[in-house]
């Protein structure tokens, strides 16, 4: 008799011990994780630059990890802040996974580091599916891009923790109906806090870096009621495993070295 297995789920355990491990490692030395999702374009490497620069002002102890399927553009945006940052370039790989993550930040994450920015490749497809082993999970979408994105994409707003609305200086100019997008985010999360930013005029810069700090402090999270990413289609039938078994050889990286890299960051066998 045949018995048809869908091995995407077994890709997407692994990764989710993976995470469990990475995450119980950086809580160890006292560092949170932030994984900022988003489609291209929503300006979340601006606001990224922008809050790893008052953290700066501020002397908090940050970094940045920032991975695209090509050139190190961000990396270099956001080092303009002062913080350790570091590229990572998938190779055409649509997300990160958690063991990609550990590999690179083994040796490299600064011994001081208490907050620690990823930001995933531009998609609200593939990355959502995929724990990073985050403390906080940030959902980003700017007023152009149209008040049913969540409800196009639930698996993205659906498990966040905090939604951020971007380039909010365009609001009246893009039409954008808050009411509408507000609705549509409580539809697929309920209770989940929705923060409003422009990284051009400086509204609500700061709000992200509170946020985590808080969380940083033992507050606790919005906990969402889709705590757990649902499995990724990317057109592959039953039985085919879609192994990204990269571990920490997979993706190139550039550092952006305005840091002192201390240590070793070890997350345990298997991870």
Known sequence: MCRTVDLRQAVLARNDDSARRLRAALAERG????????????????????????????GVAVAALTADLATENDARRLARSGAPVKQVLTDGLCHLEARMLAGHLDGWLPAECRLLFVENVGNLVCPASYDLGETLRVV?????????KPLKYPTAFGPANLVLVTKADLAAAAEFDEAAFLANVQRVNPGVPVLHTSARTGAGVGALLDRALAVLDGDEPHRPVMSAPAPHEHGHEHGHEHEHDHGHEHGREHEHDHGHHQGHFAVGEGA
């Open 31 to 58: 560092t949170v994780a932030v994984n900022l999702l988003s489609s291209p374009g929503s300006g979340k490497t601006a606001l990224l630059e922008a809050e790893l620069t008052l953290a700066r002002r501020r």
């Open 140 to 148: 980003l979408a700017s007023v152009t891009e149209g008040e049913d």
